[in-house]
T-cell receptor
Framework: AQSVTQLGSHVSVSEGALVLLRCNYS??????LFWYVQYPNQGLQLLLK??????LVKGINGFEAEFKKSETSFHLTKPSAHMSDAAEYFC??????????????FGTGTQLKVEL | KAGVTQTPRYLIKTRGQQVTLSCSPI?????VSWYQQTPGQGLQFLFE???????NKGNFPGRFSGRQFSNSRSEMNVSTLELGDSALYLC???????????FGQGTRLTVV
């Protein structure tokens, strides 16, 4: 079984400050990890993915995440927050399933608020 | 390239009715997955289809069903609607197995 824990359902930062959204995963097999962003009344947009290549993954809009196996973590960061980053962020895990599959298990999400 | 298209965007149904939601994947994508999103339960996996075959199924009652057509388009059906079925239903497509998923805008279903 696989699971994802996102610490902090709400995070508030000032514009220009560092963004750090935490994600810890549990998986019995090597995981694939993803971060998605969701704006109000929209679907999910893929920010970045880890699929066992480089442990530091760069995504869109200046976001990046580092896979740390020893800590079972995949935290999302952005050096300087922008007002347009205000949204809900979801961490997700997918593991190789016998026979193949794309089933994603999501965390509960973190609502990011960016203040002036 | 057009993204994942879900229709309709909004839907209001009465308890006991049934509903069919449609999803057109990104061109060339053969895998389609469905998720239910609610404030209380978050994002939950419903099922996944690949080349018209259901490959994975989530923990939902039999009232929830789906299918995929030869052109990879997918539909999901919910019969005997309950108030608790009110949710945002998201469809995602993937080019192959074991890779990232691209989501549509969702269908907002309200059951009254």
């Amino acid at each position: 079984a696989q699971s994802v824990t996102q610490l902090g359902s709400h995070v508030s930062v000032s514009e220009g400050a560092l963004v750090l959204l935490r994600c810890n995963y549990s998986s019995s097999v090597p995981p694939y990890l993803f971060w998605y962003v969701q704006y109000p009344n929209q679907g999910l947009q893929l920010l970045l993915k880890y699929t066992s290549a480089a442990t530091l993954v760069k995504g869109i809009n200046g976001f990046e995440a580092e896979f740390k196996k020893s800590e079972t973590s995949f935290h999302l960061t952005k050096p300087s927050a922008h007002m347009s980053d205000a949204a809900e962020y979801f961490c997700a895990v997918s593991s190789l399933i016998t026979g193949g599959g794309n089933k994603l298990t999501f965390g509960t999400g973190t609502q990011l608020k960016v203040e002036l | 390239k057009a993204g994942v298209t879900q229709t309709p965007r909004y839907l209001i149904k009465t308890r006991g009715q049934q509903v069919t939601l449609s999803c057109s994947p990104i061109s060339g994508h053969r895998s389609v997955s469905w998720y239910q999103q609610t404030p209380g339960q978050g994002l939950q996996f419903l099922f996944e289809y690949f080349s018209e075959t259901q490959r994975n199924k989530g923990n939902f009652p039999g009232r929830f069903s789906g299918r995929q057509f030869s052109n990879s388009r997918s539909e999901m059906n919910v019969s005997t609607l309950e108030l608790g079925d009110s949710a945002l239903y998201l469809c995602a497509s993937s080019p192959r197995l074991n890779t990232e998923a691209f989501f549509g805008q969702g269908t907002r279903l309200t059951v009254v």
